[in-house]
């Protein structure tokens, strides 16, 4: 830890609201620096002492993980480290590292680095997709090994006392981004991301302050730095003066005081101020944020991220364990209306993608490759199969409707809905749920009329719209300046969706995160949208907004 330094300043691209005074504590994401060094005769022993050491505390990392998973109910995170465990203890790695400091005279993290390397590069070769999938095991257990030879703290999160605890990093993944909520850390500042990278919205959804697209945020600030991050303007501080502090302290009491208030449009109904409905849904990823999904009256689900089900495993979960999940949602919610979005892997999501789906990422730009809907009806993946059945034979226990990510051709559409139809038969159902498009390919917008054909409902995902639209990356700093629904090229897209949905007599929502933009509320629900679904801390705010306004609708 540093003493206390100078007081420094920096923006954010993105921010997630809330202020924070804190404590710094700096990762690096997974990412080891791994030198490459020769050394000499007199130290190879103590070298290979080292790994040895290094193996050892590894595999009790292990050991202390396990004992948290021993209590869950599902079996499967356990049998995977298991698995990693033993792979870690094969005598063949440790025979191979060992020769390669011994027989070479390189230190032991590049010997690691280069035996690891190796065994990765053997699963590349495997035409099964499943045990090409294993390549990430064998990297894991790398990264254990390599964490405790480089002495990188091993990611550690170290809360002191009360302090809350704000880690800053180069950058963080949508399910980097869980596991830190997970662990209890308050705040998180990152230097990359745009504002509708997937991880910023998630940090939104569960309600963690965070700044993304904070640049050079870790060479301004060092370890251990006191810091506030300002969620609400998107600024953080690194050692504020008492004086600073104070004003902040006042601040986020204001912050507080705000959201108490607006707890008083808990529960009400969504209306304007003439009587006009509006419903107001939540966005979701997780089951855990259900009950405050409730307890805030949200109208339904709009939608449910279902690849972030992949955030707890390692393992693409079986029909069975999405069924539980989903069935669950379903029963939580009670009755109200439940919109989930089929797997949208790819993308921003590269690792999810590589390591559930067998498939590496070659293209040069995932965003417009082998993401969403057409990842889904690749050939030969089961992704889709097991989760159409899963979804299916939830559907009985309340109102469930399913939303196809990135579509851009009708034939996606007409191929997802005859594969729903034979899931169905399959299972002996005749009531098949509502199938619904998400409108967020410029291309989508200009075939709406033959796509409302063949939709049950329309979603907009307006953070995929803004960004293929206007080409400017949604998790790219550097673009943010372009990145901006104030464009006239998104407002008459947006009508034309709704006339589209209208004219065939379906239903229209918008679940980007401009449906929680107070600035477009009185637009949007004059445009004619049924149903805004936005993340949880926006519900209270727009519901608030929307009594507010009156109702003048364009046609
Ligand atoms: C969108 O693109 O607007 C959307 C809601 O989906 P996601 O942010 O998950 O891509
Ligand atoms: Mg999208």
């Not at 950058?171 to 230097?191: S, Y």
């Not at 498939?359 to 097991?386: C, E, K, Q």
């Not at 749920?433 to 200009?446: C, F, H, K, S």
């Not at 400017?472 to 901006?484: C, K, M, P, Q």
Request: aromatic fraction near 4%.
């Amino acid at each position: 830890m540093t003493s206390p330094g100078k007081m420094l300043k920096g923006k954010a691209a993105a921010c997630s609201p809330g202020i924070v005074i804190g404590r710094v504590q700096k990762v690096n994401g997974g990412e080891f620096p791994i030198p490459e060094i020769r050394i000499g005769a007199e130290r190879i022993s103590a070298e290979i002492a080292r790994f040895e050491q290094a193996l050892t505390d590894a595999v009790s990392d292990f050991d202390h993980e396990r004992r948290h998973l021993m209590d869950l109910e599902s079996q499967e995170p356990l049998h995977i480290l298991d698995a990693q465990r033993l792979m870690l203890l094969d005598a063949e790695l440790s025979r191979k590292v060992i020769h390669c400091i011994r027989d070479e005279g390189i230190n032991a993290e590049w010997a690691v680095h280069r035996q690891i390397q190796d065994i990765a590069n053997v699963f590349d070769g495997i035409n099964d997709a499943y045990l090409r999938a294993r390549k990430s095991d064998i990297q894991h257990i790398g990264q254990r090994i390599l964490s405790h030879l480089s002495g990188a703290g091993h990611e550690a999160l170290q809360a002191s006392g009360d302090e809350p605890l704000v880690v800053a990093g180069t950058d963080f993944t949508p399910i980097g981004v869980l596991r830190l909520w997970r662990q209890g850390v308050a705040a998180f500042i990152a230097e990359k991301g745009g504002p509708s990278a997937h991880s910023i919205i998630i940090a939104r959804g569960i309600g963690i302050t965070a700044l993304m697209g904070a640049e050079d945020a870790l060479q301004l600030i060092n370890d251990g730095d006191r810091i506030v991050i300002d969620g609400e303007q998107g600024v953080w501080l690194s050692n504020p003066t008492p004086d600073v502090e104070n004003e902040y302290r006042v601040l986020a009491r204001g912050v507080e005081n705000v959201e108490r208030d607006l707890q008083a449009f808990a529960g009400q109904a969504s209306r304007s101020r003439d009587g006009h409905a509006l419903r107001l849904m939540a966005n979701l990823e997780l089951e855990e944020e259900l009950p405050q999904a409730l307890e805030l009256g949200t109208e339904g689900v709009g939608l449910y991220r279902t690849e972030f089900l992949l955030s707890t495993s390692d393992q693409m979960p079986d029909e069975e364990a999405q069924y539980q999940h989903y069935a669950k949602v379903m029963r939580t919610m009670r009755g109200l209306p439940v919109t989930f979005r089929l797997m949208d892997i790819g993308g921003e999501k590269p690792l999810l993608f590589e390591q559930f789906t067998g498939h590496r990422v070659i293209a040069a730009n995932p965003a417009l490759g082998l993401r969403g809907v057409r990842l889904l009806l690749h050939a030969g993946s089961t992704l889709l199969h097991d989760q159409l059945r899963a979804l299916l034979r939830a559907s009985n226990k309340g109102d469930l409707q399913i939303l196809v990510p990135m579509v851009s051709q009708v034939e996606e559409m007409q191929e997802v809905r005859r594969l729903l139809v034979e899931a169905a038969a399959e299972l002996g159902i005749e009531k098949i749920p509502p199938l619904g498009t998400m409108i967020e390919v410029p291309a989508a917008v200009i075939i709406a009329d033959a796509l409302a054909e063949i939709s049950d409902f329309f979603s907009v995902g307006t953070n995929d719209l803004i960004q293929y639209t206007l080409a400017a990356d949604r998790a790219d700093e550097e673009v943010t300046y372009l990145y901006s629904a104030a464009h006239p090229a998104l407002e008459p897209m947006l009508r034309m969706s709704v006339q589209a949905a209208h004219k065939a007599g379906i239903p229209i929502a918008m679940c980007g995160e401009l449906a929680a933009d107070l600035k477009w509320t009185e637009r949007l629900m004059n445009m004619g949208f049924d149903s805004l679904s936005m993340s949880l801390h926006h519900i209270l705010p727009t519901r608030k907004h929307l009594a507010s306004l009156n109702y003048h609708p364009e046609s």
